[in-house]
C-alpha cells in the first residue's frame, strides 16, 4: 500500500483536482516562488501558472472576500490563509459573506470556495500559537475539517473543494512531516460529517481530531499497557457538522467520555461537544465529560513554558484516569 | 449633446426609472411607517441618476454588486418591483425570500449579486467575480458601487489594490454623497475627492455629477470601455446627496435643512425632465403622465407585496447550505468512498 | 430612589467619568452629530469636544488599533463599535493587540481601554443580527461585561474604563429603552467578575444575561405562578471571568440549571458556561443542564422568522419544565 | 557633505550600531542552528542602515514601534544586547520576560513599543500613541516601521488614513526590500514605489537609499521635523534589501544568488565606513579594531543570554492581566462599591 507525508497527500489533492477541474484555483500569500510557508504548494505554479496559483498580498479579508467572489464567478477557489491566526482578519468575510450568502440571498447561489489553513505552535509566540476551530464551527453556514492522517487529508479536501458550500480546512503544521498509508484509488473521498472509529475499545471513549488523534492514540496504548483499559478512540475529522451519531454511540457503550484538543479550554470546541454530548448522553454518562485541552493563557515563546501548557499524551492518560 | 445611443425611447425610459424609483422609495418610506417593513432602511431618494446612469451605460449582463443602499439598483436593472417590495415586507416571494430583506437584496437571473450590509465588504468579492469574468474570457465588466464612507474601510483599500494588481475588468463607481451616516466628509477623510484615492493605486479615475444622469452615463459608459478593453480597473466617482436621512430611524442632527434645501434643488428626476424637453423628446405633460403611470404601477406593486404569502418558518432552516450534510444517515455509510461526489466545473449555486 | 433608562446610564457613565478623567476620550462611527446609532453618546460632543469625542472613518480594525496606542500613550479610549456584528473587523486587534500585550511583553505595560459595542436583533437580517460574546469570552487576556439593567450597566462600565486591561462591554439594542432604579451614590463602582442573584428560588437555577435576564425573570413569574416552581434567577453580568462561586453555590442547592442567551445553540457561550458547571457540579445535578440559545440558523430578515427563532421567555419556561 | 550634528564620536558611534546589529545577527543565527533559538527568527542583516540612520534622527523618547523583524531597532535604540539574546533564548530575563520572543521585543524603557507579529497590525496603534502625543501636548513623534509586504494589508490604509485625517505627529517608515516573504514587489503590489501609497492620502512622502545611513538619516529628519511642527504624518520608503532569508526557514526559492551578491554589494556598513575614512573620522584600522571590539562583546553578550535563567512554569499564568480578577474573592464581597477603584489619570501598565 502506497505511502504518503501529510504534506504530500494535502498538495496531490490540491494538484490532481486542479488537473481535474480547470475552474480550479489557488491563491494565497507565498505560496507561489515560496512554495508556501509549510512547502505544500510547492512547484504547483510551475505546473498550472500565475493565473491559477495566484501569489497575493498579505491581505487576508481581501483574499477571502476575492475567493467568495470567484467562486460566485464559477471558479473554484482554495484560498491558503498561511495560519489560522491571520484567519482573524478575515472573520467578517468568512462569517458574513461566504457562510451567509446562499441562505440570506434565498439559496440563489452558494459559494463553493475552500479556506485552507494551519493550526500549530512550537516557540511561535502569543500570536501565531492560537487555533480557532471552535469559533469557525459554531458559524450556520460553514463546514468545518481537521484531518489527522494523510489519506484523509487527501480525501477531505477533495470533498472540501467539491462541496459546493464554504469549508474551512485546518490543517496542522506539526503534522505535515508524518506518514501514512494512502488508498489505492487516488480519487477517494472521505465524506465530510463523518467521524472515524479508529480504535476499538469498551472503558472509555476519546475523542479527538487533528495533532490530539496521535496523542489519543499514544495514550490509549500507555492505557492499555500500565492500566489494562480499553480505550476506543475516534477521530472526529469534520468539526461541522460533528458527526454525533458515531461518538454518541460510542459513549452508550463505555459510559465514559474525554474530548481532546488544543484550543483554549474556555469556549473552546471542546466545550460546545461537551454540551452536546451532555443532552445526548447525560443518562448514559458514570463520570463527568472529561477535557484536555489548551490552559487559558497566550501561548508563550520560551520553550519550558510553552511545553508546560501544550496537551501532550499524558495529558489524555491523565483525563482518562480521572473518568475511571 | 446627448449620446446618439440614447434614442427618444431610451431616454423616456431612463427618466420613467428614476421617477419609478423615486415612487418606490416613497412607498417603502410609507410602508414603515405602517411596520409593513422592519429593520433598517436606507432610502435612494435624490441619488437615482447615479443608478440609473451608471446601469444604462454599462450591460444588463455586467455582474453588479452593491451596498446596503440597494433599492434603486435592483429597479435600475430591472428587478421586479413588487418581488422588491415584497423583500421589504418580509415574504416569500421577495427577491431574497424574505431572508435578506432591504439591505439584502439580490437578483442572480440579472445578474445583480446583491445588496451588500457590512460596508466596503463586497469590494474584494466584485474584484473576484471580475478575476473570473477575465479568467474565463467573458467581456463583462463587473459594476461595484459604493459610499464615501467605504473608502475609510480597510476591505476598501484591498479590494483596490488586487483589482489594480491583476488588473480585472471591474469599475467602482463611489456614490460621493458627502456623508457616511452622521459623519461629514471632512470628518470621516482626509480627502474631499474620492479620486484621489485612486491614485495610490495608480488607477485611473475621473469625478462626474452624480445628480446629472448624462454625466454619469457617459463617465461610467467610458469606465466600463476602458475595463472591457483588458486595461484593468477604473474609478468613478459621483457627487450626489441623499434627500432623506441615513435611515428611516436618522433624526438628521448633523446636517441643516438649508444645506438640503440647496441640494433638492439639483433634483435629478426634473433636471433630466427639463433636458428631454429642450430636446424635443417629451412634453411637460408626458413626464407628468410618466409620473401619474408610475404612481398608480406602484399601488398595485404595494398591494401585491402585501398580499404575498409570509415564508413558512417550517422552512426556516432550510438553505443554509446547498449541500445540507446529515451524520445521520452518513453514519451508516463508508468511512470513504469512490469520487467524484460532485461536478468538476462548478456553477455557482446549482 | 431615582430612575434611568439604560441608554442613560450608559451616557451617564461616559460623562461622568469624561468630567472626571481628563485622559479619557471616546471615539467611534457617527458618534458626534448623529449621537450615535442608538443616540447613546448625544450630546457628549458639545459638551467636550471632538478632540475627547471623535468622529472617526468607517474603519472598525483601526478604531480598536488607535484605542489600543491611545491607552499606551496614557489616554484612556472607550471604543464604540456601532454594533457587535462589526466587531469581527476588528477581532485582530482585539485579540493580538489589546488581549495579548500585557503578557506577550513581559507585563511592561498594559492596555485599559473599553470596546463598548451592542448586540440585538429586530428585522436586521443575517449579517446584523449576531452575538459573539462566547467568542470573546474564551480570549485569556479580556474581560467581557454585559449588564442587563441600568444601575449594572452603569456600575459595570465606570468600573470597565478604570480598568487597567481591556474591556468588552456589549449592550443590547432591545435595553436601551427599559427605565431600572439608580443608586443614590452616582458614582458607585459594579465589580467586574461578580454575579448577582436577582430572584432567590429552591426548585432551579436560571442563570442569564443581558436581555435574557429579563426573559428569564418574566418566566420565573410564569413557573411561580403556573407550575409552583421556585426559580433562583443569577444575572451573570460578566462572562469573563465567570463568577462560578455564586453559580455553583446556587446549582449546589437547587441540583437543577438553565442557562440562557442569544448566541448560537452549537459553541455559544451557554456551550462554554455548560462544560465548566459540568466540571464543577457534575455530581450536583439531577437533570442536564438545560439550554436556551439562538437555534443554528443566520437570523432571517422576516418577522415570522425572527420571531419563531429568537430565544424568548417561553423557551425559557419550557426549559425549565424539561428539566424538572 | 556631512550633516554637522553628526560629529567623529557620533559617527563612529552610528557605525559601532550597526556592526553590532550584524555581529548580534550573526550570533543569532549561529544560536538558532544550536536550537538555542526557537520558532520564527527573521535577521535584519543587510538593513542595518534604516535603523540606524532612523532612530539617530529622532529623540531618543519618540516612541517606536516596529514589525517583527525587530532586532535592530532594538539595538538601534540601546536596548541591552544581552536581554535581547536573553529573550531568543526564551529566558525570564528577556526583553519580554521570555513570552514573546523574537518577533515580540519591547523595552518600554526606551519608548521601543514593541515588535509586532501581525503584519501591520501596529500601524493604527501608532497612530493612536502619536495622538496621545497631541492630546498631551508632549511634542514626540512616533516612528513606525514595516514592510512593503504590509501596504496591501487593509490595516495599512486604515491607520494611514487616521493618521492624515487627525494630523497627528507620525513618520511611517516603509523598509521597501524588495519582497514580502517569497512574494516580489511586482507580485504583491500594483505599484513599485511605496511613497506612491502616500498620495491616496495627500500624505507628504519621501523616498530614500536604505543601503546609505546618510540618506537614511537625513530623510527621516526632515520627515520628524515636520512631524514635531506639527504638520502632521509623513511617509518615508526606504530602498533596502535583506541579505538572508525572510526567516530561518527560508529556502530562498524565488530569487537568484546573483541578485542578492548585486545588493550585497551595496552593503550598508562598509558603504559608511569608507565615508568615515573619507572624512577622516576613522582610519581603515579603527574600524577593524571596532569590528574586533564588538565580537568579544557579542561573545559575551551570548554567553551571558545562556546563563540566563528559564522563566518559572509556576508564574505561567501570571500577566494575563495586569488586574487579576478573582470571583471567589469578590463571591462574598458587596454587590456593588464606592468608587474609585483606580486612579482618574490613566499611566498605562501601572
Ligand atoms: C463594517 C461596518 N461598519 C459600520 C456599519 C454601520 N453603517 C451602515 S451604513 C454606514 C455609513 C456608510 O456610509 P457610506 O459608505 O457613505 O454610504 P451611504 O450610506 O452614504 O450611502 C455605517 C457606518 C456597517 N454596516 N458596516
Ligand atoms: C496578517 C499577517 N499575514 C501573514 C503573516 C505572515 N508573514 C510574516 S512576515 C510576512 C511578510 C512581510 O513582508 P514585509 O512586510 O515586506 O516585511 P519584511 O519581512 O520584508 O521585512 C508574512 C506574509 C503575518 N505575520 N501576518
Ligand atoms: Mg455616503
Ligand atoms: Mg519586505
Known amino acids: 500500500m502506497a505511502e504518503s507525508t501529510y504534506r504530500e497527500a494535502v498538495r496531490s489533492a490540491l494538484r490532481e483536482e486542479m488537473l481535474r477541474d480547470?475552474?480550479?484555483?489557488?491563491?494565497?500569500?507565498?505560496?507561489?516562488g515560496y512554495g508556501g510557508s509549510y512547502a505544500v504548494t510547492r512547484g504547483l505554479v510551475d505546473e498550472f501558472g500565475p493565473q491559477r496559483v495566484m501569489e497575493t498580498p498579505i491581505a487576508e479579508a481581501g483574499i477571502v472576500g476575492f475567493a467568495v467572489g470567484a467562486a460566485m464567478g464559477g471558479l473554484r477557489?482554495?484560498?491558503?490563509?498561511?495560519?489560522?491566526?491571520?484567519?482573524?482578519l478575515a472573520l467578517d468575510q468568512i462569517v458574513n459573506s461566504a457562510a451567509k450568502f446562499h441562505y440570506m440571498f434565498g439559496g440563489q447561489w452558494s459559494v463553493p470556495m475552500v479556506v485552507r489553513t494551519v493550526s500549530g505552535f512550537g516557540q511561535l509566540g502569543p500570536t501565531h500559537s492560537q487555533t480557532f476551530e471552535g469559533w469557525f464551527a459554531s458559524v450556520p453556514g460553514l463546514k468545518v475539517v481537521m484531518p489527522s492522517t494523510p489519506a484523509d487529508a487527501k480525501g477531505l479536501l477533495l470533498s472540501a473543494i467539491r462541496d459546493p458550500d464554504p469549508v474551512i480546512f485546518i490543517e496542522h503544521s506539526l503534522l505535515y512531516s508524518t506518514r501514512g498509508p494512502m488508498p489505492d484509488d487516488p480519487a477517494q473521498l472521505v465524506p465530510i460529517g463523518r467521524a472515524k472509529r479508529v480504535r476499538e475499545g469498551t472503558d472509555v471513549t476519546v475523542v479527538a481530531y487533528s495533532r490530539m488523534l496521535l496523542q489519543a492514540l499514544q495514550a490509549a496504548e500507555t492505557l492499555e499497557r500500565e492500566d489494562g483499559c480499553s480505550c476506543e478512540v475516534i477521530d472526529l475529522r469534520t468539526l461541522r457538522p460533528v458527526d454525533y451519531p458515531t461518538v454518541a454511540a460510542s459513549v452508550r457503550r463505555t459510559h465514559r467520555v474525554v474530548l481532546?484538543?488544543?484550543?483554549?479550554?474556555?469556549?473552546g470546541f471542546g466545550a460546545a461537544l461537551l454540551a452536546e454530548l451532555q443532552d445526548l448522553c447525560f443518562d448514559d454518562l458514570d463520570a463527568p465529560i472529561?477535557?484536555?485541552?489548551?490552559?487559558?493563557?497566550?501561548?508563550?515563546?520560551a520553550r519550558n513554558l510553552e511545553q508546560a501548557l501544550v496537551p501532550s499524551s499524558d495529558q489524555v492518560v491523565q483525563a482518562v484516569r480521572s473518568v475511571l | 449633446m446627448l449620446p446618439e445611443e440614447l434614442s427618444p425611447p431610451e431616454c423616456r425610459r431612463l427618466y420613467r426609472q428614476m421617477v419609478l424609483i423615486r415612487h418606490f422609495e416613497e412607498h417603502a418610506a410609507e410602508a414603515y411607517a405602517q411596520a409593513k417593513v422592519g429593520g433598517f432602511l436606507h432610502l435612494y431618494i435624490g441619488e437615482e441618476a447615479v443608478a440609473v446612469g451608471a446601469l444604462a451605460a454599462a450591460r444588463p449582463t455586467d455582474p453588479l454588486l452593491t451596498h446596503y443602499r440597494d433599492h434603486g439598483y435592483a429597479l435600475a436593472r430591472g428587478c421586479d418591483p413588487v418581488s422588491c417590495m415584497a423583500e421589504l415586507f418580509g415574504r416569500a416571494s421577495g427577491l431574497s425570500g424574505g431572508h435578506g430583506g432591504s439591505m439584502h437584496l439580490a437578483d442572480r437571473s440579472r445578474q445583480f449579486w446583491g445588496g451588500h450590509a457590512i460596508v466596503g465588504s463586497h469590494i474584494p468579492i466584485?474584484?473576484?467575480?471580475?478575476?473570473?469574468?477575465?479568467?474565463?474570457?467573458?467581456?463583462?465588466v463587473v459594476l461595484e458601487f459604493f459610499g464615501d464612507g467605504a473608502t475609510g474601510n480597510g476591505i476598501f483599500h484591498e479590494g483596490l489594490n488586487m483589482a489594480a494588481l491583476w488588473k480585472v475588468p471591474v469599475v467602482f463607481i463611489c456614490e460621493n454623497n458627502l456623508?457616511?451616516?452622521?459623519?461629514?466628509?471632512?470628518?470621516?477623510?482626509?480627502?474631499k475627492d474620492m479620486v484621489i484615492r485612486a491614485e495610490g493605486y495608480t488607477m485611473p479615475a475621473r469625478q462626474c455629477d452624480g445628480m446629472d444622469l448624462l454625466s454619469v452615463y457617459q463617465t461610467v459608459k467610458a469606465a466600463c470601455a476602458h475595463a472591457r478593453a483588458g486595461h484593468g480597473p477604473f474609478f468613478v466617482e459621483c457627487i450626489t446627496y441623499r434627500f432623506r436621512g441615513h435611515s428611516m430611524a436618522d433624526p438628521e442632527l448633523y446636517r441643516d435643512k438649508e444645506e438640503v434645501r440647496r441640494w433638492r434643488a439639483l433634483d435629478p428626476i426634473p433636471r433630466f425632465g427639463q433636458l428631454l424637453i429642450a430636446h424635443r423628446i417629451c412634453t411637460e405633460q408626458e413626464l407628468t403622465a410618466i409620473g401619474e403611470e408610475v404612481e398608480a404601477e406602484m399601488l398595485e406593486v404595494v398591494a401585491a407585496a402585501d398580499a404575498a404569502p409570509l415564508p413558512d418558518p417550517a422552512t426556516v432552516s432550510d438553505l443554509i447550505y446547498a449541500n445540507p450534510i446529515d451524520p445521520a444517515r452518513l453514519a451508516a455509510g463508508p468511512e470513504a468512498v469512490a469520487g467524484p461526489i460532485r461536478p468538476a466545473?462548478?456553477?455557482?449555486?446549482e
Open chain 1, 260 to 267: 481532546c484538543g488544543e484550543d483554549w479550554r474556555s469556549g
Open chain 1, 77 to 88: 477557489p482554495v484560498a491558503e490563509l498561511m495560519t489560522v491566526n491571520f484567519a482573524l
Open chain 2, 126 to 140: 466584485g474584484t473576484g467575480m471580475a478575476y473570473a469574468a477575465k479568467y474565463q474570457q467573458r467581456d463583462d
Open chain 2, 179 to 191: 456623508y457616511g451616516m452622521g459623519a461629514t466628509l471632512a470628518e470621516e477623510s482626509p480627502v
Open chain 1, 22 to 32: 480547470p475552474q480550479m484555483i489557488l491563491l494565497g500569500e507565498s505560496i507561489t
Open chain 1, 290 to 301: 472529561a477535557r484536555v485541552a489548551m490552559p487559558d493563557v497566550p501561548l508563550p515563546y
Open chain 2, 345 to 349: 466545473v462548478a456553477v455557482a449555486g
